[in-house]
Nanobody
């Protein structure tokens, strides 16, 4: 599975930005896709995720720090996810990594990672 992320750049505090991530290759078994981020000098942390298995109810998950400001959406058939980031704060500055996780059924867990895209929020 390959992950191609787009978006990122520089935005002023209070502004908005949208990230996209498309998975290609053997994507059939993926359960969910989402975003993690890593700020300078900090560990990588979870941001948001959405189910992309296309079966039944679609769940979304958010880190407390982004709830109410970020919205994740996706197209399960295309294995593409979007992260709409509003009311951005300087502390949102980080490299954002797209993640794809599987499988949707039982079996060994696996993760794929995109190359990372830098989001800089200026104060």
């Amino acid at each position: 599975v390959q992950l191609q992320a787009s978006g990122g750049g520089v935005v002023q505090a209070g502004g908005s930005m949208r990230l996209s991530c498309a998975a290609s290759g053997s994507t059939f078994g993926l359960n969910d896709m989402g975003w993690y981020r890593q700020a300078p000098g900090k560990q990588r942390e979870f941001v948001a995720a959405i189910d992309v298995h296309g079966r039944g109810r679609i769940n979304t998950h958010y880190a407390d720090s982004v709830k109410g400001r970020f919205t994740i959406s996706g197209e399960s058939t295309k294995k593409t996810v979007y992260l709409q980031m509003n009311s951005l704060k300087p502390e949102d500055t980080a490299i954002y990594y797209c993640n794809a996780h599987g499988p949707f059924d039982e079996g060994p867990q696996y993760d794929y990672w995109g190359q990372g895209t830098l989001v800089t929020v200026s104060s």
